[in-house]
C-alpha cells in the first residue's frame, strides 16, 4: 500500500515504488511511495529533522516503510508504519544484513554500504 508525501518540503533520497504504484502514477513525478530511504545529516538539527521531522511527516503520509543510514553510528536503522506511527523493525550495525519487511529476502550488507563511503 502506497501513500503520498508532501512535496516539495519531503524529498527522500531514494524511494521504492511497488509496479501497483509505479502502474498509478502514469508517467508523473511520483508524489508517493511505498519506501522511502534517508541518509543522516551531519549537523544536529539536520539529524533531528531526518530523526523525528520527516519521520513525523512519512508515518502522516503512511510510506510503509522507512529506512535511516546513519554514517555517523554507522547503522541502517529500518522502521514499519503499523497503524499511523513507525516502529522499528530493526537496528542493524555492520556484520548484518539490514532487512525488509516489504520486501521479502531484500536484504544489503551494512559492511558494505559503510566502507563504500569510506
Known sequence: MSAT???PHREPDLIYLSQVTLSAIKGNYPYTADLVLEGI???QQD??????????????AGI??????????????????E??????HGEFAPGTEATSPLLPGF?????SI???AE
Open 5 to 7: 508525501f508532501d512535496q
Open 41 to 43: 545529516s551531519g549537523s
Open 47 to 60: 539529524r533531528e529533522h531526518d530523526l523525528v521531522t520527516k519521520r513525523e511527516a512519512y508515518a502522516e
Open 64 to 81: 510503509a516503510e522507512y529506512w535511516l543510514v546513519d554514517p555517523k553510528r554507522k547503522r541502517i536503522i529500518v522502521l514499519t508504519l
Open 83 to 88: 497503524r499511523d506511527q513507525y516502529v522499528v
Open 107 to 111: 536484504t544489503v550488507d551494512v559492511q
Open 114 to 116: 559503510f566502507a563504500a
